[in-house]
Structure formats: structure tokens, C-alpha cells
């Protein structure tokens, strides 16, 4: 069965730092999206990309993060000056017209 | 007052039982409904989905919903062990498909052997 994968599926960086989480959603699928679960807290999500452009974001999705579909498979989630409330486990998903959300086993993003 | 309530559990059943989970929400403008499930550092695996308020089975799952009550429910017959795991309501509005979900806190479920 497809799925979507995401790497790395830890990272760990300095405060300060940038870093890219990248994900391969499923090959049919045309919407892709970033999520965030905090530790002990409910997923929740960042934001939304079709057609080459963000559809729809959150308040957390703020000047800090980008997103960027660089070719044809990959999607990926960049943010920029990492701050340590930063870290979380970072899931990507992705649809069709239509369809449900599947998600990938997510990146958890350590900073230090 | 929060968008999706669930109760975090943790919930336990003795194998084989019937287990029912719950979500209730406050905004109306939601038309599509999600279960699914995580296992521990693990993403969030799609059991059912669902949309307006009406009954959907698969297999043992049967997802409800009702809207007019904001209230929507996961069964679960014939527990086993490795239905053990944190199951986690979603939904979104009923425009494009690009919505982002809105999720519950999710609860976590242990079936006793």
C-alpha cells in the first residue's frame, strides 16, 4: 500500500539553526501538509500546499517556517532560527480531491 | 472553550470487549470526520472516515456521527491486544481539500489480555 515517508526520523540540532524535514507523500496525491505534535499534546496542524502554493496555513505557521515542493516527489518543511519550543514530532500527510489525509511516521526534531 | 474534547483515558478492556471512544466539538461548520489510530512513535494511521452525520462499518469499526448533537463515536468489537494504542478523532469543514484538520487530544486505550 503507498504511503508517505518523511526523513530524517530524528534530528537534532542547535538553537538557532535551520532545518529542512522532508517527506514523499503519496505519488497520486495533489494537497500535502505539515502537522506538529508537542509532546503530550494534540497534533496540530501548520499548514496546507496545492498547485505549487500554500492554501492555507495556521497561526504557528508563522515568518519562521516555509514550505517549498522542489520537484516532483518531495515536499518539504524548512525553519528557519530553531527555537527550542520548536521541538516536536513534525508530520507530513497528504490527499486526494476529496479523500482523507494520510500521514507519515513523522520526524521528531530535538533542539538543543 | 476547545475546539475537539476527548478523554485522554487511559481507558482499559478486557480482551474481547466492546470499547466505545468519543469526540464532541463546538464548530458547527464541520462536515467530514476521521478516526485514527498511533501507536507509539508511530504517525497517525487512518481507521475511518466519514462525512455528515449517518453510520459507517468496516470490519469491526463502526464510526457515528451526530452533528446535531456535535458528538461522534468509535466502536470497537471484539477487542484485541493489538488494538492497544491512542486513537485520535479529526475533522475538517466541507470546503476544498486542502482544509487543515482539527484534532482531539486523543485517547489511549490498553486491551487487557
Known amino acids: 500500500e503507498p504511503e508517505v515517508t518523511q526523513t530524517p526520523s530524528h534530528q537534532v540540532t542547535q538553537m538557532g539553526q535551520e532545518v529542512i524535514l522532508r517527506c514523499v507523500p503519496i505519488s497520486n496525491h495533489l494537497y500535502f501538509y505539515w502537522y506538529r505534535q508537542i509532546l503530550g499534546q494534540k497534533v496540530e496542524f501548520l499548514v496546507s500546499?496545492?498547485?505549487?502554493?500554500?492554501?492555507?496555513k495556521s497561526e504557528i505557521f508563522d515568518d519562521q517556517f516555509s514550505v517549498e515542493r522542489p520537484d516532483g516527489s518531495n515536499f518539504t518543511l524548512k525553519i528557519r532560527s530553531t527555537k527550542l519550543e520548536d521541538s516536536a514530532m513534525y508530520f507530513c500527510a497528504s490527499s486526494s480531491p476529496g479523500g482523507p489525509q494520510h500521514f507519515g511516521d513523522g520526524t521528531r526534531l530535538s533542539i538543543l | 472553550q476547545k475546539e475537539v474534547e476527548q478523554d485522554p483515558g487511559p481507558l482499559s478492556v478486557p480482551e474481547g470487549a466492546i470499547v466505545s471512544l468519543n469526540c464532541t466539538y463546538s464548530?458547527?461548520?464541520?462536515?467530514?470526520f476521521m478516526w485514527y489510530r498511533q501507536y507509539s512513535r508511530k504517525g497517525p494511521e487512518l481507521l475511518m472516515y466519514?462525512?455528515?452525520?449517518g453510520n459507517k462499518e468496516d470490519g469491526r469499526f463502526t464510526a457515528q456521527v451526530d452533528k446535531s448533537s456535535k458528538y461522534i463515536s468509535l466502536f470497537i468489537r471484539d477487542s484485541q491486544p493489538s488494538d492497544s494504542a491512542t486513537y485520535l478523532c479529526?475533522?475538517?469543514?466541507?470546503?476544498?481539500?486542502?482544509?487543515?484538520?482539527?484534532f482531539g487530544k486523543g485517547t489511549h486505550l490498553i486491551i487487557q489480555p
Open positions: 464548530n458547527s461548520a464541520f462536515q467530514y
Open positions: 466519514t462525512y455528515s452525520s
Open positions: 500546499f496545492y498547485n505549487n502554493e500554500i492554501s492555507e
Open positions: 479529526a475533522m475538517r469543514g466541507g470546503g476544498g481539500g486542502a482544509d487543515g484538520l482539527t
